[in-house]
């Protein structure tokens, strides 16, 4: 047995033991502290005029954010690589692939082109545990999908952005970033040959959208005050993330999802909640608390948020 395959058993050990720590936090909270998603004045509360753009919005936590945002009266833009022939007729769908640094462009453009301002960014697309696979331009598949197509668009979409009176950006992460412990940014986005661990690259791509969270939110804090960001947790939720987990995952989740897991429409209502509350800028939220947390020590510092960031730039030159 090699170090990679030593490595990767230990990084699901990591993985499911987050996933299984946050199962019990979720019990926990729902039947003992009741924090479970529930209508509430902040659900209902009437949005109409405002436009939100959800990427991933065609299945799973995407899906139940579109719906819940276009119920509370936003104009959907909902961006997938899949059309979902069940949604609204009022929803506008726009097909995106985020691992396409071109597809990001030009929807991007298409959206500019309409000179509109948008309210809302949720960047909820995500892939999980796939096969080593990369980009057309060579990136890693979960760091391409989960942050680098979400890096670029959202800095694509700044001027439209900035328009807002008071604007959100929600970058959707995951617990399972707790497992790395030290970055080398330009191997995650390109790991040597022969190095592959699919839960560790996961992880990689879910911290640097927290990093990137934070980063953007010192970046605007000049240039565009009305505009916050915030990291997002939501926690073990029962969607199709899980397709490349393995039979014994799927079966489980069959079996105990209905009373381990969240739905996405308790996502759906955190997300709308946090619309609606006053939080501090540059935030990680675990949506099951309730509250926000600290992230990794070195996901503060200066110099590993401007590491990350440049190392980004270069990966999208030729498209920003």
Known sequence: MNFVSINRIWMIILVYLIGLKVCCEQLLY?????????????????????????????????????????????????????????????????????????????????????????????????????????????????????????????????????????????????????????YDFKSWFRPPLGSYIPESQYARSKLALIIFTYKLQKHLKLSAPSVQVLAYDPGTVKTQLYKHSGKLTTMCMQLLGCILLRVSSDVANDITEVLHTTLPNGICMKGWKRKYEKTKQFTYLNEVQDQLWNQSILEVEGFL
Do not use: W
Request: glycine share 6%; net charge positive.
């Open 30 to 182: 729902k039947y003992v502290f009741h924090t479970s998603s529930r209508p509430t004045e902040l659900h209902v509360k009437k949005c109409d005029g405002l436009t939100a753009i959800v990427t991933g919005g065609s299945s799973g936590i995407g899906l139940a954010v579109v719906k819940k945002l276009h119920k509370l009266g936003y104009t959907v833009i909902s961006c997938a690589s899949t059309h979902n022939p069940f949604l609204h007729c009022e929803v506008k769908q726009i097909e995106l692939d985020l691992s396409s640094l071109p597809s990001v462009k030009k929807f991007a453009h298409l959206i500019m082109q309409q000179n509109t301002q948008i309210d809302l960014l949720v960047n909820c697309a995500g892939v999980m545990f796939v096969p080593e696979t990369n980009s057309k331009q060579g990136i890693e598949y979960h760091m391409a999908t989960n942050y680098l197509g979400h890096f670029l668009l959202t800095l694509l979409l700044l001027p439209a952005l900035k328009k807002s009176k008071q604007c959100c950006v929600i970058n959707v992460t995951s617990s399972t970033s707790s497992i790395i412990n030290s």
